[in-house]
């Protein structure tokens, strides 16, 4: 087994002091007030656990000491701490061994035996009286940070971005703390790398240290040998500083191609340094090649020569306070975004570098990653020491993600270009060598072949376009765009877009914001809401905006009176949007290649950009984009007076049998005519026809021409499989895929019955399932179930079929195997709420 550091979790201490009050920790007086800390964890998260005040502006203002007394494990021992925010000093047993200026980089101290009582005390100094030191101005300004001093300092700007979701500043020790042993036992700085060889096999590279002395002894007369895939090479070793440099390299003959989760599997190779009698694990890697097309504007990549729709969100830690600690709720996301098609996380620049068990669930789960350099907004100083902190600080993130087949790109910021050109510089004026050039030979150095992006957006000019490289899509959002306005930006890569402001689902708006009736007011509800600093309007307004000119009602009144109504129209509404715009992104022909949704997560709880709330339940818009995200989609698309193009489109590696229904519904919930035609759909390709096509003749399924009132109320598009499993041929209960599409547009008005039903069973396997049915086409239908999450909601159901949901059990109550669903189903084209009704076997 591979010696595993121990990790300085219990025992922590937190305590507050005047900025500059305290220089040593030999002025800490038997008066200062501590209170117990999480470790890795924050201020913010210590004073929450305690039940203290939370105030943001002293995090910043303040000396924040942090103390762990701990049992001595003998020795010699190194102390690494893997990140601490932000301007840190170190006490060991009242000697001062370390300084740190950095929160993206670990500092290391080599501290000899530690025997008998230890106390380890650190002190992160107050940001605030270093932000307010003169230093040389900026090229430009932001207002999307609150100092302009920040560009010195590398920290987090978390907390420190006015017009966000209000969460407290990074400060602390916000990853592990950790002693690992210098005897030999644990093995340090692993750097993994592999490479894809032509005639289809793999090769890995691997280099390691250990402490010299005890490696020697320990490893006795032979090298060692590096183990990967019942392949095997000698290890080579060399002498520097009194540590043991390892390295090898292993050639697989058959190396099995890795492939984001919608296009194919993600097999792993454990790779193992077997010395003496001991077998270290290194990690684990993957083989894939990567490339990136950027002909003609684009912004297309390629995993293993395949072209890849990259969709997906931008990442928020799951917990803001605690950004460095992982755990179930992070992998809870990425599975959520699994599960919603997604294959795409980017970490932004605005936030923090990711744990190394997301970047390993990433590759187990088969999403890639789009990593920022921890930089944005703001003008990096024109100095040669920052310079050299930064390509240092890349470099080591770096090495820690080679090797791992998820990181798909690396860009050098967030929107540098952008703000700089929106400033009003020229081309020529806001070059930055940093991102242009020093960080570019750092990625090509360390990650050979993973593409890199100086800025996002960039590639245009202005940087900002949207038909060049890469861009950040609001037009159907906060600029307040038509959904045609879609297909004329055409968008090339959006790495960002639809900063949407989208209610939780109820039980979380009960739970965690006081109900509905705060919703639009309450101050502590427009927190979690973003908005533009010096702006006077926030994403509700754009929301009302949306809600208005799609269900053709005045939002303010329909919130005066109505305030559940008023979130359930919200809710739909970012529904419509989200889905409008990856269904014209992704239908085959559009010149997009990608859109990463902001963001995958809340930072707080209520109506914030995440399509997960900060209780770890899925929003409306979760639910529509997972149908148009799928692997196998089905997508409807409204050319106007060319009729209703319907598309199918297979990410999977095996081609698709199947039958494609089309049929049209008239108001009464009369189905009017049906007909279907056989479809084969390659392996990583797609099929489309025409509506009228299907049905064989002409029929106005979009209402262009209204030559006569409107005769559909809706067009229903089936994927079926062509033969059911025993052979009686398709089953319309259990489509591939369905899309609805409403040709006189979502307002409607309520109707009192329905027919909606809903009834509960338990499977053989456990799970919980509901059925459900209507007698009249049932607009937005959403499942309530409490204790369970439902795999599907946010849909149209047809009049006459039936939609079978499973529920997953949320975390908290997954080991109540007794829990029986209860709740109701409703449709937003009807007050009622219906009950689940249980069938008991």
Same mark, same amino acid.
């Given at each position: 087994?591979?010696?595993?550091?121990?990790?300085?979790?219990?025992?922590?201490?937190?305590?507050?002091?005047?900025?500059?009050?305290?220089?040593?920790?030999?002025?800490?007086?038997?008066?200062?007030?501590?209170?117990?800390?999480?470790?890795?964890?924050?201020?913010?998260?210590?004073?929450?656990?305690?039940?203290?005040?939370?105030h943001?502006?002293?995090?910043?203002?303040?000396?924040?000491?942090?103390?762990?007394?701990?049992?001595?494990?003998?020795?010699?021992?190194?102390?690494?701490?893997?990140?601490?925010?932000?301007?840190?000093?170190?006490?060991?047993?009242?000697?001062?061994?370390?300084?740190?200026?950095?929160?993206?980089?670990?500092?290391?101290?080599?501290?000899?035996?530690?025997?008998?009582?230890?106390?380890?005390?650190?002190?992160?100094?107050?940001?605030?009286?270093?932000?307010r030191?003169?230093?040389?101005?900026?090229?430009?300004?932001?207002?999307?940070?609150?100092?302009?001093?920040?560009?010195?300092?590398?920290?987090?700007?978390?907390?420190?971005?006015?017009?966000?979701?209000?969460?407290?500043?990074?400060?602390?020790?916000?990853?592990?703390?950790?002693?690992i042993?210098?005897?030999?036992?644990?093995?340090?700085?692993?750097?993994?790398?592999?490479?894809c060889?032509?005639?289809?096999?793999?090769?890995?590279?691997?280099?390691?240290?250990l402490?010299?002395?005890?490696?020697?002894a320990?490893?006795?007369?032979?090298?060692?040998?590096?183990v990967?895939?019942?392949?095997?090479?000698?290890?080579?070793?060399?002498?520097?500083?009194?540590?043991?440099?390892?390295?090898?390299?292993?050639?697989?003959?058959?190396?099995?191609?890795?492939?984001?989760?919608?296009?194919?599997?993600?097999?792993?190779?454990?790779?193992?340094?077997?010395?003496?009698?001991?077998a270290?694990?290194?990690?684990?890697?993957?083989?894939?090649?990567?490339?990136?097309?950027?002909?003609?504007?684009?912004?297309?990549?390629?995993?293993?020569?395949?072209?890849?729709?990259?969709?997906?969100?931008?990442?928020?830690?799951?917990?803001?306070?605690?950004?460095?600690?992982?755990?179930?709720?992070?992998?809870?996301?990425?599975?959520?975004?699994?599960?919603?098609?997604?294959?795409?996380?980017?970490?932004?620049?605005?936030?923090?570098?990711?744990?190394?068990?997301?970047?390993?669930?990433?590759?187990?789960?088969?999403?890639?990653v789009?990593?920022?350099?921890?930089?944005?907004?703001?003008?990096?100083?024109?100095?040669?020491?920052?310079?050299a902190?930064?390509?240092?600080?890349? &470099?080591? $993130?770096?090495?820690?993600?080679?090797?791992?087949?998820? !990181? /798909?790109?690396?860009?050098?910021? =967030?929107? %540098? @270009? *952008?703000?700089?050109a929106?400033?009003?510089?020229?081309?020529?004026?806001?070059?930055?060598?940093?991102?242009?050039?020093?960080?570019?030979?750092?990625?090509?150095?360390?990650?050979?072949?993973?593409?890199?992006?100086?800025?996002?957006?960039?590639?245009?000019?202005?940087?900002?376009?949207m038909?060049?490289?890469?861009?950040?899509?609001?037009?159907?959002?906060?600029?307040?765009?038509?959904?045609?306005?879609?297909? &004329?930006? $055409?968008?090339?890569?959006?790495?960002?877009?639809?900063? !949407? /402001?989208?209610?939780?689902?109820? =039980?979380? %708006? @009960? *739970?965690?914001?006081?109900?509905?009736?705060?919703?639009?007011?309450?101050?502590?509800?427009?927190?979690?809401?973003?908005?533009?600093?010096?702006?006077s309007?926030?994403?509700?307004?754009?929301?009302?905006?949306?809600?208005?000119?799609?269900?053709g009602?005045?939002p303010?009144?329909?919130?005066?009176?109505?305030?559940?109504?008023?979130?359930?129209?919200?809710?739909?509404?970012?529904?419509?949007?989200?889905?409008?715009?990856?269904?014209?992104?992704?239908?085959?022909?559009?010149?997009?290649d990608?859109?990463?949704?902001?963001?995958?997560?809340?930072?707080?709880?209520g109506?914030?950009?995440?399509?997960?709330?900060?209780?770890?339940?899925?929003?409306?818009?979760?639910?529509?984009?997972?149908?148009?995200?799928?692997?196998?989609?089905?997508?409807?698309?409204d050319?106007?007076?060319?009729?209703?193009?319907?598309?199918?489109?297979?990410?999977?590696?095996?081609?698709?049998?199947?039958?494609?229904?089309?049929?049209?519904?008239?108001?009464?919930?009369?189905?009017?005519?049906?007909?279907?035609?056989?479809?084969?759909?390659?392996?990583?390709?797609?099929?489309?026809?025409?509506?009228?096509?299907?049905?064989?003749?002409?029929?106005?399924?979009?209402?262009?021409?209204?030559?006569?009132?409107?005769?559909y109320?809706?067009?229903?598009?089936?994927?079926?499989?062509?033969?059911?499993?025993?052979?009686?041929?398709?089953?319309?209960?259990?489509?591939?895929?369905?899309?609805?599409?409403?040709?006189?547009?979502?307002?409607?008005?309520?109707?009192?019955?329905?027919?909606?039903?809903?009834?509960?069973?338990?499977?053989?396997?456990?799970?919980?399932?509901?059925?459900?049915?209507?007698?009249?086409?049932?607009?937005?239908?959403?499942?309530?179930?409490?204790?369970?999450?439902?795999?599907?909601?946010?849909?149209?159901?047809?009049?006459?079929?039936?939609?079978?949901?499973?529920?997953?059990?949320?975390?908290?109550?997954?080991?109540?195997?007794?829990l029986?669903?209860?709740?109701?189903?409703?449709?937003?084209?009807?007050?009622?709420?219906?009950?689940?009704?249980?069938?008991?076997?």
């Amino acid at each position: 087994m591979r010696g595993r550091p121990v990790r300085l979790e219990a025992g922590w201490e937190c305590a507050q002091g005047d900025a500059g009050a305290m220089a040593s920790v030999g002025m800490l007086t038997e008066h200062v007030d501590w209170f117990p800390a999480q470790v890795p964890g924050t201020v913010a998260s210590a004073l929450r656990a305690a039940g203290r005040p939370l105030h943001h502006e002293a995090l910043d203002e303040s000396d924040w000491w942090f103390r762990c007394r701990f049992k001595g494990p003998g020795g010699p021992y190194r102390v690494r701490f893997e990140g601490i925010a932000t301007l840190a000093d170190v006490w060991l047993n009242g000697e001062h061994v370390l300084t740190s200026s950095t929160m993206h980089r670990a500092a290391t101290v080599d501290v000899g035996d530690l025997l008998g009582d230890c106390e380890l005390v650190v002190r992160c100094a107050a940001l605030g009286p270093v932000l307010r030191d003169r230093r040389p101005r900026p090229r430009w300004k932001t207002y999307l940070v609150e100092h302009q001093q920040l560009r010195w300092i590398r920290t987090s700007l978390l907390g420190r971005m006015p017009g966000w979701a209000e969460v407290p500043p990074v400060v602390g020790l916000w990853r592990p703390v950790e002693l690992i042993a210098l005897d030999g036992s644990s093995v340090t700085d692993v750097w993994l790398r592999t490479s894809c060889l032509p005639d289809g096999g793999g090769a890995v590279e691997a280099h390691f240290c250990l402490p010299r002395a005890a490696a020697a002894a320990r490893v006795g007369q032979g090298p060692g040998r590096l183990v990967v895939g019942g392949a095997t090479a000698p290890l080579e070793w060399r002498e520097s500083d009194g540590e043991l440099l390892c390295a090898g390299s292993v050639t697989l003959s058959d190396a099995e191609r890795w492939w984001p989760h919608t296009h194919g599997p993600q097999p792993r190779y454990q790779v193992v340094a077997e010395l003496g009698d001991r077998a270290c694990v290194l990690g684990s890697v993957g083989f894939r090649t990567l490339g990136l097309e950027r002909a003609d504007g684009g912004f297309e990549l390629q995993v293993n020569d395949v072209r890849i729709f990259c969709r997906g969100a931008v990442w928020f830690p799951p917990d803001p306070l605690s950004p460095g600690a992982a755990g179930r709720p992070e992998r809870h996301l990425l599975e959520l975004a699994k599960a919603a098609g997604m294959n795409m996380v980017r970490v932004p620049g605005t936030t923090v570098l990711p744990t190394p068990s997301f970047v390993e669930q990433c590759d187990e789960l088969g999403m890639l990653v789009w990593q920022d350099c921890m930089f944005a907004f703001m003008d990096p100083p024109d100095d040669e020491c920052f310079r050299a902190e930064m390509v240092a600080e890349t &470099r080591e $993130s770096l090495v820690a993600l080679d090797g791992h087949p998820s !990181l /798909a790109v690396v860009c050098g910021n =967030q929107e %540098v @270009e *952008e703000v700089a050109a929106m400033f009003g510089l020229p081309a020529e004026r806001r070059a930055t060598p940093l991102f242009d050039e020093l960080l570019a030979d750092v990625v090509a150095e360390v990650l050979p072949g993973i593409p890199y992006v100086a800025s996002n957006p960039s590639g245009g000019e202005p940087p900002f376009r949207m038909d060049q490289g890469v861009s950040q899509y609001f037009g159907v959002g906060g600029y307040l765009r038509p959904l045609d306005d879609v297909r &004329r930006a $055409s968008v090339r890569f959006a790495a960002e877009c639809l900063a !949407l /402001a989208t209610p939780p689902e109820p =039980q979380t %708006v @009960e *739970e965690l914001c006081g109900g509905a009736t705060r919703a639009g007011h309450d101050p502590e509800w427009k927190r979690a809401v973003h908005h533009d600093a010096g702006r006077s309007w926030d994403m509700e307004d754009v929301r009302s905006h949306y809600v208005g000119s799609l269900f053709g009602v005045d939002p303010f009144q329909v919130r005066y009176a109505d305030p559940e109504r008023a979130l359930e129209l919200g809710r739909a509404a970012n529904a419509v949007l989200m889905e409008a715009v990856f269904t014209e992104w992704r239908r085959p022909g559009s010149p997009c290649d990608g859109g990463l949704v902001l963001a995958l997560s809340d930072l707080r709880a209520g109506a914030g950009w995440g399509l997960v709330d900060s209780a770890g339940r899925p929003k409306a818009p979760w639910y529509a984009l997972r149908r148009v995200l799928a692997p196998l989609a089905l997508l409807a698309v409204d050319e106007g007076l060319n009729g209703l193009a319907l598309h199918v489109v297979n990410d999977g590696p095996q081609p698709v049998a199947a039958l494609l229904e089309v049929a049209l519904v008239a108001p009464g919930a009369v189905l009017v005519e049906r007909a279907d035609v056989a479809v084969d759909v390659a392996g990583r390709g797609s099929f489309s026809i025409g509506a009228e096509e299907v049905l064989g003749a002409w029929r106005d399924v979009t209402y262009a021409y209204r030559f006569a009132p409107p005769a559909y109320d809706a067009v229903v598009a089936t994927l079926l499989p062509r033969a059911g499993v025993d052979g009686t041929g398709p089953n319309a209960d259990t489509p591939l895929a369905q899309v609805v599409y409403l040709p006189l547009g979502q307002a409607r008005t309520f109707e009192r019955d329905l027919g909606l039903r809903a009834s509960a069973h338990q499977g053989s396997d456990g799970c919980w399932r509901v059925d459900v049915q209507s007698e009249r086409l049932a607009q937005w239908v959403s499942l309530r179930v409490e204790g369970f999450i439902p795999a599907d909601s946010w849909f149209h159901l047809p009049p006459g079929r039936r939609r079978t949901v499973e529920l997953w059990q949320e975390e908290g109550s997954a080991g109540d195997a007794m829990l029986v669903p209860r709740g109701t189903v409703q449709a937003l084209n009807s007050p009622d709420h219906v009950p689940i009704v249980v069938q008991r076997r």
